[in-house]
């Protein structure tokens, strides 16, 4: 379990460095949103369901990142940069989290099966 819970705080610090310095801060939402898919869905296609804790840890660096640099005052790309704000990045980041982590335990599944594994489990 630390395992988990260290790759996904990697993963997740990377996203957020990404989301608050790559190009002085100005990186399309998009961009956040494909590394956060992909790196919950590899841990559900690592992983399977046991994924979801290093998907959880993912999910929260983002919206922890603009909490601490509002509790901070420091200037952030959130805006406006409310509790408000933050509050909806992080469940709209939880649903693409969540969804991420489901897409890579259906590939996981799909991909065991395929191999003649029998039905995963």
């Not at 460095?17 to 841990?43: C, K, Q, R, Y």
């Amino acid at each position: 379990m630390p395992l988990l819970f260290g790759i996904g705080f990697i993963a997740g610090a990377v996203i957020a460095v990404v989301d608050n310095f790559a190009f002085g801060g100005e990186v399309s939402p998009i961009v956040i949103v494909a590394m956060l898919f992909a790196a919950t869905a590899a841990a559900g296609w690592i992983w399977g369901w046991r994924g979801w804790r290093a998907s959880a840890v993912v999910w929260l660096c983002v919206p922890l990142a603009h909490l601490v640099r509002h509790l901070l005052r420091l200037p952030d790309t959130l805006q406006p940069n409310s509790y408000a704000s933050i509050l909806m990045l992080a469940a709209f980041t939880f649903a693409v989290s969540t969804i991420g982590t489901g897409c890579g335990v259906l590939l996981r599944r799909i991909t065991i099966s395929g191999k003649g594994g029998g039905s995963p489990k």
